[in-house]
């Protein structure tokens, strides 16, 4: 079978494969649609320390079941896959906190992904509730934003974004955009993103409306604090891999709020100067967060299956699997807004 392949920082191939085998207790999924993010973007340019060896890449994966040893799940079913299956025993699965679980596995960096023809799904997704049914009678695609939206949902949790919270997005790539929609769903009495990319913006626009995007130009910010009172924010979201961008989150967020350092930093770029005087006197909080729990995978494709989305709009770009380097290539530049591979839509 074919697959996408990182053998190295650099060193990205559509190639052969060996077909996998049906795993006890699991499924074998042949994948619909499987999105492109930026980690997968920096896993293919520098690499990944979770990755060691030629590795199938793809973790927003949304296909239809081929194979089943699993009670409840049958062949044609189609399916989400959340990326990471945690241990359910440590002290972080305790807390709740499975995305930090040290034995979690993830697909397309500990175990092949679902960049592929045919996707292998161990027992230990089953377990975890890592796999969700999805409603047969809307497109695959759709499924293959649950992921992404997991990310934010947990994101949004550790910042504690509720009813009538002033909100900022600073960046209005996919992750941005699903944040601010996000925001709106959960009470937040106003929600605003920002961007300097005019493609981004109105990207980003045709998606949400004008209402809660802002272009960051020269006024950009005068004109945000003006929607509040001249004041802060009380959630700051950083939706991009910009270090200024969280010293800008510090600056904009109101006395008592909270900034969610939500992106991934390239290597070099990840150390800060904090002035911690500001965050001690005005009592805000710099809080992290990294991917999702299986809960968070199954909240996110009830949020999805409620939500209006345009997902043809959303995810405009479309690359066949023998034309994933193009598809790699056009996310590093930022083309539109999500990038799906279809490598079976017909599931």
């Known amino acids: 079978m074919r697959a996408v392949v990182l053998h190295g920082p650099g060193d990205l191939r559509v190639e052969s494969v060996a077909e996998p085998e049906l795993p006890p207790g699991g499924l074998l999924v042949r994948p619909a649609f499987v999105g492109i993010c930026g980690s997968d973007v920096r896993s293919w340019r520098h690499g990944s320390p979770r990755i060691r060896g030629p590795q199938v890449l793809g973790h927003e994966i949304a296909g239809r079941v081929v194979a089943s040893d699993a009670a409840g799940i049958a062949v044609g079913t189609p399916v989400a896959i959340c990326p990471g299956a945690p241990c359910g025993e440590c002290r972080a699965c305790q807390a709740g906190r499975g995305n930090l679980c040290a034995q979690r596995r993830v697909l397309g960096y500990d175990l092949p992904g679902g960049m592929a023809e045919l996707l292998a799904v161990p027992r230990d997704w089953i377990g975890s509730g890592g ?35 002033a909100v900022l997005v600073l960046g209005l790539g996919p992750i941005g955009v699903l944040h601010v929609a996000s925001a709106r769903s959960r009470g937040a009495g106003l929600v605003a993103g920002v961007d300097p990319d005019p493609t981004r913006v109105a990207a980003a626009r045709r998606v949400l409306g004008t209402l809660d995007v802002e272009a960051k130009d020269a006024g950009w910010a005068k004109r945000l604090r003006d929607r509040v009172g001249g004041g802060g924010f009380d959630v700051v ?40 005087n500001r965050l001690h006197y005005r009592q805000s909080s710099l809080v992290g967060t990294f991917g999702g729990t299986p809960s968070h995978f199954r909240r996110a494709a009830v949020w999805l299956a409620e939500s209006a989305l345009d997902v043809a709009v959303f995810a405009p770009l479309r690359f066949g699997l023998s034309d994933a380097l193009d598809a790699f290539a056009s996310v590093e530049r930022g083309d539109g807004l999500k990038t799906l591979l279809e490598i079976d839509s017909a599931g």
């Open 131 to 165: 796999v969700v049914a999805l409603d047969a009678g809307r497109s695959l695609d759709r499924g293959a934003l649950v992921e992404p939206l997991h990310t934010v949902l947990n994101g949004q949790d550790q910042a504690r974004i509720g009813q009538g919270d």
């Open 237 to 276: 979201v950083v939706a991009v891999g910009s270090r200024d961008a969280v010293a800008e989150a510090i600056d904009l967020a109101e006395a008592g709020g909270r900034i969610l350092a939500f992106a991934g930093m390239a290597p070099g770029a990840h150390v800060l100067d904090v002035d911690l």
